[in-house]
């Protein structure tokens, strides 16, 4: 984005160290026009507080100040000017994540489209398990659910949690709409293994009386 704006990049992760001691790190040196910038880069929107930062970083490093943010309110951005801080927002569309926050949307992208072609783990259900999934798929409401099973809304949000840890259920949060169907796919699941099971030992028996 800056580099599409005619700014040329010198250095990321840049620290301001002084008589060898490390004063503050600088997200982006930049230049444009001669002149050197000290870019913040927030992710969310700014503050106040992230506005001083820039400023201090920038004052210490001899550079001009420059924020880059989703967002910041008006009151922030006449504080920026009578600062000289330049404030660039950047698109919606953006997205400025951490590894770990990538690797958690990844993953659970991946375990919404194992689920919506029937390709999420399997495990051997309990007939308590099965029972439960059962009750969930039949109705719209969490109330309904929890009126059928006679049990509190505590002691459902404990089961999924078992279920979760099981393995039989995903880590993520789930909405109701998503469990019943996550619900429904596992009842399908189990009749077809048990149908596969079925035919095994009736193949086994016929493979004895061939033998």
Same mark, same amino acid.
């Given at each position: 984005?800056?580099?599409?704006?005619g700014?040329?990049?010198?250095?990321?992760n840049?620290?301001?160290?002084s008589?060898?001691e490390s004063l503050?790190?600088?997200?982006i040196?930049?230049e444009?026009?001669?002149?050197?910038?000290a870019?913040?880069v927030k992710?969310?929107k700014?503050?106040s507080?992230s506005?001083?930062?820039v400023?201090?970083?920038?004052?210490l490093?001899?550079?001009?100040?420059?924020l880059?943010?989703?967002?910041?309110?008006?009151?922030n951005?006449e504080?920026?000017?009578k600062?000289?801080v330049d404030?660039?927002e950047?698109?919606e569309?953006?997205?400025l994540?951490?590894? !770990?926050?990538?690797e958690? +949307?990844?993953k659970?992208?991946m $375990?919404e489209v194992?689920?919506e072609y029937? %390709? @999420?783990?399997?495990?051997?259900l309990e007939?308590?398990?099965?029972?439960f999934?059962k009750?969930?798929a039949?109705?719209?409401k969490i109330?309904?659910?929890?009126?059928?099973?006679?049990?509190?809304?505590k002691k459902f949000?404990?089961?999924?949690?078992k279920l979760?840890?099981?393995?039989?259920?995903?880590s993520r949060p789930?909405?109701f709409?998503?469990?019943?169907?996550?619900s429904?796919a596992?009842i399908?699941r189990? !009749?077809?293994m048990l149908? +596969?099971e079925?035919?095994?030992? $009736?193949?086994?028996?016929?493979k004895?009386? %061939? @033998?």
């Amino acid at each position: 984005m800056l580099e599409s704006k005619g700014y040329k990049i010198l250095a990321t992760n840049y620290k301001i160290i002084s008589k060898g001691e490390s004063l503050a790190e600088i997200d982006i040196v930049a230049e444009k026009n001669g002149n050197k910038y000290a870019i913040e880069v927030k992710s969310g929107k700014a503050n106040s507080s992230s506005i001083r930062q820039v400023y201090a970083n920038a004052k210490l490093a001899g550079y001009k100040p420059l924020l880059i943010c989703k967002k910041i309110d008006e009151a922030n951005k006449e504080a920026a000017r009578k600062l000289n801080v330049d404030i660039m927002e950047f698109s919606e569309y953006h997205l400025l994540l951490e590894p !770990e926050e990538l690797e958690a +949307i990844v993953k659970n992208c991946m $375990e919404e489209v194992m689920e919506e072609y029937g %390709l @999420a783990p399997y495990s051997w259900l309990e007939k308590s398990d099965l029972k439960f999934f059962k009750e969930i798929a039949k109705y719209d409401k969490i109330e309904d659910v929890l009126n059928s099973l006679k049990i509190s809304e505590k002691k459902f949000g404990e089961k999924l949690a078992k279920l979760s840890k099981k393995g039989v259920l995903p880590s993520r949060p789930l909405s109701f709409k998503d469990l019943k169907r996550y619900s429904m796919a596992i009842i399908s699941r189990n !009749e077809l293994m048990l149908k +596969i099971e079925h035919i095994e030992k $009736e193949i086994e028996k016929i493979k004895k009386k %061939l @033998a």
